[in-house]
């Protein structure tokens, strides 16, 4: 048998899980603000297409929701199986917004239930909109319940430290930690912007199929107008959680940005590489930005590395982790903007391949910002779990069977990602959402159909 070391495998698997989770729990979040805005545009209009692109996100959405529902369970059973001793330190103090998060779950999926079996019941297409703004509630207030915790690791509060337990818990002020505000803005504008990229490029990829489709057009049309608002929403969040972090967690903002020594006017470093003697190498500076970026100042003082123990320094590998999801993020507010101007003059057409090949792009690289950003996340909180009181070291299991749960929950994520990919597969395969909308509604004007 190989010596496996607990504490790194304990890691792997909690990397494993939330990597895969994050993908399932993003759209948990953004699909439902999206149908709603969809149906609510094709009521208000009364253009078919969008009530169609209503329906068939929301087809889709019940199966991620069904495989989030399993990795968000994993989640829990690893947290008591892979970190026992943090859980005995802060489980009751993080046990209320778990349970709220469950709670809102269920109201979600209790409405999700209701808006699928009710459409074309009510004379009023509008009544069935209504039904659709619970699940965008629940989607979001999941998304806050579970975030706070997360917050709480970064900066625990609500309690009293005596005897090396917690006491005078007071679970509300615990949830509103001082970074929940930053964390929850971030995590809600980041999953909206996503789902978002990821349903254009779905709608990009059927147009470089099949070159001419109203429905498609509408669909591109919808999602990059709300990718452009959205990738601002989210900048607009960075920068709120960036001067979060100068004031709160100087060392992992440090971290992202190579910044050792504290000075003012501090440069923003992006990407390069660290000699020997940890300076930024062929890296490409902006002056006085992360002052601008920490303080709002571009004389403003940014603390340094070296003013924080060794021992409690994040891994420097996070700057990449750092740069790569504001890389993303540019990009995004880029190729948005773009097709909003090239929309917009009569002469150049927005659906051209070139364009649309790289309107494709984006749904990928959204998802892979928000991977990244979650990586730095936690990353860059080590060597803490919870931060000042614990470290991932102390925290995590020492069972000698910890190979065998990696494998489990290998082996369940195989799984769990095939169905999920073979299930959609089936749902839209040979299934054109043009034949749909003919069969549906066959009052729709020849010119609206391909």
């Known amino acids: 048998m190989f010596d496996l070391d607990p504490v790194l495998m304990s890691r792997l698997i909690t990397a494993m899980t939330l990597i895969f989770h994050i993908i399932f729990a993003t759209l948990g979040v953004g699909v439902p603000l999206l149908i709603c805005i969809a149906e609510f545009i ?41 970190w026992p001793n943090f859980m005995q330190l802060a489980g009751n103090v993080i046990s209320l917004p778990l349970f709220m998060e469950v709670f809102a779950f ?22 069935h909109w209504w039904f659709s703004l619970p699940i965008v509630i629940g989607g979001a207030l999941s998304a806050f319940f579970i975030t706070t915790v997360n917050a709480f690791m970064n900066t625990p509060d609500g309690f009293t430290m005596e005897n090396g337990q917690f006491t005078s818990i ?29 349903l254009a490029t779905i709608a990009a990829f059927s147009l470089l199929k099949k070159k001419q489709s109203e429905y498609h057009k509408k669909a591109l049309k919808l999602t990059m107008t709300l990718v452009f608002v959205f990738s601002i929403l989210t900048a607009l969040a960075g920068d709120i959680s960036a001067k979060f972090l100068a004031e709160h967690q100087p060392e992992k903002l ?37 002052s601008f970026l920490a303080h709002g100042d571009f004389e403003s003082e940014v603390t340094g590395l070296n003013e924080i123990p060794e021992d409690e320094r994040p891994p420097l590998w996070v700057h990449y982790m750092f740069d790569l999801m504001v890389m993303i993020g540019m990009f995004l507010i880029a190729v948005s903007l773009l097709y909003i101007i090239v929309s917009r003059i009569k002469k150049w057409d927005q659906h051209n391949k070139w364009m649309v090949r790289l309107l494709f792009l984006s749904g ?13 996340a936690e990353v860059g909180r080590q060597p803490w779990i ?20 990696f494998i489990f929950f290998l082996a369940l994520y195989i799984v769990l990602g095939t169905l999920c990919v073979i299930v959609l597969r089936k749902l839209f395969k040979g299934k054109p959402a043009e034949e749909e909308l003919e069969k549906r509604y066959p009052t729709i004007e020849e010119g609206d159909k391909e």
Do not use: C
């Open 42 to 82: 094709g009521v208000k209009k009364n253009d078919q297409h969008y009530r169609m692109l209503a329906r068939r996100w929301t087809r889709g959405f019940v199966i991620t929701v069904a495989v989030g529902v399993v990795t968000g369970t994993a989640i829990g059973l690893q947290l008591s199986l892979v």
């Open 106 to 127: 269920f109201f979600e999926a209790i409405f999700l239930g209701i808006y699928l079996y009710t459409w074309d019941r009510f004379k009023n297409p509008l009544t």
């Open 170 to 198: 007071n679970p509300i002020e615990a949830m509103f930690n001082p970074a929940t505000t930053s964390k929850v803005i971030h995590v809600l504008s980041s999953s909206y912007l996503t789902v978002a990229a990821i």
């Open 254 to 290: 440090a971290a992202a940005e190579w910044h050792f020594e504290t000075e003012e006017g501090a440069d923003l470093v992006l990407f390069g590489w660290l000699n020997n003697e940890d300076n930024p190498v062929g890296a490409i500076r902006l002056p006085g930005l992360l």
């Open 364 to 376: 990928p690289l959204a998802m892979l910002s928000t991977e990244f950003g979650w990586v730095y």
């Open 386 to 405: 919870l931060r000042g009181y614990m470290t991932v070291d102390e925290a995590a299991t020492t069972s000698p069977q910890i190979g065998l749960m």
